[in-house]
């Protein structure tokens, strides 16, 4: 079972930084595009931020000049730099990617980590 380990939620007041890390295990040959979702109470879960294995980004426009994705391929590694933020933020962020376990390519989900903001 391959399993994304997610870290770095939690309690912050409005106009302050968190950093979310997940991290793939070391036994998967590949792993292509990593991502970021976020799920609000209530509401759908929606996109935040991607990263192809190239490097190219893309965010939504609800963070864009807030957050920042990044990834560390030595580490199987993806990052999720969030400044400035604003108690809309607030949600479980899930991470997201397309490993290649054996041979085929597969998505697979994180658990979630809770990221609170207040105002």
């Known amino acids: 079972q391959v399993q994304l380990v997610e870290s770095g939620g939690g309690w912050v007041q409005a106009g302050g930084s968190l950093r979310l890390s997940c991290t793939a295990p070391?036994?998967?040959?590949?792993?292509?595009?990593m991502a970021w979702y976020r799920q609000a109470p209530g509401k759908q879960r929606e996109s935040v931020a991607a990263?192809?294995?190239?490097?190219?980004?893309n965010y939504a426009e609800s963070v864009k000049g807030r957050f920042t994705i990044s990834r560390d391929n030595a580490k199987n590694t993806v990052y999720l730099q969030m400044n400035t933020l604003k108690p809309e933020d607030t949600a479980v962020y899930y991470c997201?990617?397309?490993?290649?376990?054996?041979?085929?390519?597969?998505?697979?989900w994180g658990q979630g980590t809770q990221v609170t903001v207040s105002s």
């Open positions: 997201n990617a397309d490993l290649v376990v054996r041979i085929r390519q597969d998505n697979y």
């Open positions: 070391g036994t998967i040959r590949r792993i292509n595009a």
């Open positions: 990263i192809t294995n190239g490097g190219s980004t």
